[in-house]
């Protein structure tokens, strides 16, 4: 098939894009070579090898019927991937299928995923379906950082209850202080307030990238996120240990457990990581609370002293 070396004359021909040889060897009109085998395997290699000449050609010149998607929709996957939106819209009008079962899904993906956002916005254009096939793409595109095409997604329908995918989303954008997209996702139902809100908390707190994502933090607090999690407290100390005392007070006002063991280590470390006078600030506020300071390690005396 066409993923194995080419074996005859015309594979070879459409392996190296030679479109003169395939006018040769195929001419025009032929309806038991269009509707051949051998066709759509040299079909899908030019398309293989990037020869989007030898591609029109056998389309438009030779007839080659691109209706299946062992041809056409191998062909416009491909077309998806190299971003040819030219011979994406060749083959449709030839009669290949972007809404199959088997197509959709992956041009989404591959879209999406690379933030070819013509090739996307076009595809929804054709009218795939985005609420069944769009849980892929919008997974690898959160995952690549490319929030266009997850904003396209949410707007187009992604299903954001499948698999939890709303969450998912809402914990990739955390992670990477995407607020628009936290807000988004709370337009189309995504509650902070719930479960999907303590994941993109949960989410924050285990990244080692806490001064980029703060306003993601911020947001999430001032939209309700429950603090009163352990992912609240983790974020509690982080935010002490960071030294943001305006955070810390976010925290404290939002209700987050003061008294539990965890939160205790907020006084221990205020500042570690901050400006050189936030450790006084976060310690002398804790205080004010009612926080104890932390008691000093005893220093035992050997038996033997």
């Known amino acids: 098939m066409a993923d194995e070396l080419p074996e005859t004359i015309l594979e070879k021909a459409a392996a190296s894009g030679d479109v003169s040889a395939l006018k040769e060897l195929v001419g025009g009109g032929d309806c038991v070579f269009a509707l051949s085998e051998e066709a759509s395997v040299a079909l899908c290699i030019a398309a293989e090898q990037g020869h989007w000449d030898a591609v029109q050609y056998l389309v438009?010149?030779?007839?080659?019927?691109?209706?299946?998607?062992?041809?056409g929709g191998t062909v416009l996957q491909l077309a998806a991937v190299a971003g040819r939106l030219d011979a994406m819209e060749m083959l449709i009008a030839a009669g290949a299928n972007i809404c199959s079962a088997r197509v959709a899904p992956r041009v989404l993906l591959s879209s999406a995923a690379t933030g070819k956002l013509d090739i996307l916005r076009f595809a929804i254009c054709q009218r795939i379906d985005v609420a069944t096939y769009g849980y892929a793409a919008a997974q690898s595109a959160a995952k690549s950082a490319h929030w266009d095409s997850v904003e396209i997604l949410i707007d187009a329908g992604a299903n954001l209850t499948e698999q939890g995918l709303g969450a998912q989303l809402m914990a990739h954008a955390a992670a990477q202080n995407q607020v628009a997209v936290l807000a988004l996702l709370q337009t189309r139902g995504v509650a902070i307030d719930s479960d999907a809100g303590v994941l993109a908390l949960s989410t924050l707190?285990?990244?080692q990238e806490w001064d980029l994502c703060a306003d993601a933090v911020r947001y999430l607090v001032s939209e309700g996120v429950n603090t009163r999690s352990e992912a609240g407290t983790k974020t509690f100390v982080i935010?002490?240990?960071?030294?943001?005392?305006?955070?810390?007070?976010n925290l404290v006002e939002s209700g987050v457990?003061?008294?539990?063991?965890?939160?205790?280590?907020a006084m221990a470390r205020a500042g570690e990581l901050g400006a050189p006078d936030s450790s006084a600030a976060i310690v002398e506020y804790l205080k004010g609370l009612g926080m104890p300071e932390p008691e000093m390690p005893k220093l035992g005396l050997d038996e033997d002293f």
């Open 239 to 249: 935010a002490a240990i960071c030294g943001d005392l305006e955070l810390v007070k």
């Open 60 to 71: 438009t010149g030779a007839g080659v019927h691109v209706s299946s998607d062992d041809s």
């Open 205 to 207: 707190a285990s990244t």
């Open 257 to 265: 457990d003061l008294e539990s063991g965890p939160a205790q280590e």
